[in-house]
């Protein structure tokens, strides 16, 4: 994984979970075919830097995340 904040524009999704309420994260699943990574950023911080992560390990965290194996906040 990268943490950068030089990341090409793209086209940045949010949870269909997020109320707009505070911690929110965004990703740009569209460069993963020509990238190999999914771009994660802080909805909050949309300038600050960007997680380089691949499709897999993106998976991964989303079901994890799902499951609650990180618990609740």
């Known amino acids: 994984m990268t943490n950068t904040?030089?990341?090409?524009?793209?086209y940045w999704i949010k949870s269909s979970?997020?109320?707009n309420?505070?911690?929110c994260v965004e990703w740009a699943p569209?460069?993963?075919p020509t990238t190999g990574v999914?771009?994660?950023?802080?909805s909050k911080n949309p300038h600050g830097p960007v997680l380089h992560?691949?499709?897999t390990a993106f998976t991964t965290f989303v079901a994890g995340v799902?499951?609650?194996?990180f618990g609740t906040v």
Do not use: L, M, N
């Open 30 to 32: 569209a460069q993963a």
């Open 5 to 10: 904040t030089d990341t090409p524009p793209s």
């Open 38 to 42: 999914i771009p994660v950023r802080d």
């Open 17 to 19: 979970y997020s109320d």
């Open 53 to 55: 992560t691949s499709p």
């Open 66 to 69: 799902k499951a609650g194996d």
């Open 21 to 23: 309420g505070g911690s």
